[in-house]
């Protein structure tokens, strides 16, 4: 149980598309799910908390209108790069809350973004 | 908000020895502290975690341990095998049910 998918698993775009990345939780609803990004040999960092039916919730330094993160039902939550450029390249992560206490965070397999 | 510390950043171990890692949090009100594993190019997986009224669980080779009072934490491997070569991250949930994670320690286990 618990599983969390993220499509598409890697890709390439020009500078100044637009890229969406979805996150599903598989086999349980969750209310909150987590977006992050993790540079090359370095830590997750947080960029959003995304609540159903709400308007996500940014950390500092995150631009929302570049990083529009939609969170239409209880099994999905997307986020979208706008006009990306090579400096967005990165590994992009979600999680999404899991169990009684809502602690628990299972993360998906990621989402490779390379930017031209 | 919270900041953990986690050591060392890397850990060579010879396979069937034991690896520990240690964090630190900064936040007294945290109280759920999970580990994960991260493997090259996937996403991260939780392989243990504890509660702040506890201050021990273990799962088979794995275990953690929690002292409030100093505010750290730690993994401990016991018995390991090349397969748990991977890059463990040390987390503390804090306001809204975010986490805070370590920096990540790479673990080698040396056959």
């Known amino acids: 149980g618990a599983v969390v998918s993220q499509h598409p698993s890697w890709v390439i775009c020009k500078s100044g598309t637009s890229v969406k990345i979805e996150c599903r939780s598989l086999d349980f609803q969750a209310t909150t799910m987590f977006w992050y990004r993790q540079f090359p040999k370095q830590s997750l960092m947080l960029m959003a908390t995304s609540n159903e039916g709400s308007k996500a919730t940014y950390e500092q330094g995150v631009e929302k209108d570049k990083f529009l993160i939609n969170h239409a039902s209880l099994t999905l939550s997307t986020l979208t790069v706008t006009s990306a450029h090579p400096e967005d390249s990165s590994f992009y992560i979600c999680s999404a809350n899991e169990g009684s206490y809502q602690e628990t965070q299972y993360f998906g397999p990621g989402t490779r973004l390379l930017v031209l | 908000g919270e900041n953990v510390e986690q050591h060392p950043s890397t850990l060579s171990v010879q396979e069937g020895d034991s690896a520990v890692i240690k964090c630190t949090y900064s936040?007294?009100?945290?109280?759920?502290f999970p580990w994960y594993k991260q493997e090259l190019g996937k996403g991260p997986q939780l392989i243990i975690d504890i509660r702040s009224n506890v201050g021990e669980k273990k799962d088979q080779r794995i275990a953690v341990t929690l002292n409030k009072t100093a505010k750290h934490f730690s993994l401990h491997i016991t018995e390991t095998q090349p397969e748990d070569s991977a890059v463990y991250f040390c987390?503390?949930?804090?306001?809204?049910?975010?986490?805070?994670f370590g920096k990540g320690n790479q673990v080698v286990v040396i056959p």
């Open positions: 936040d007294s009100a945290s109280n759920y």
């Open positions: 987390a503390a949930a804090y306001g809204n049910n975010r986490l805070a």
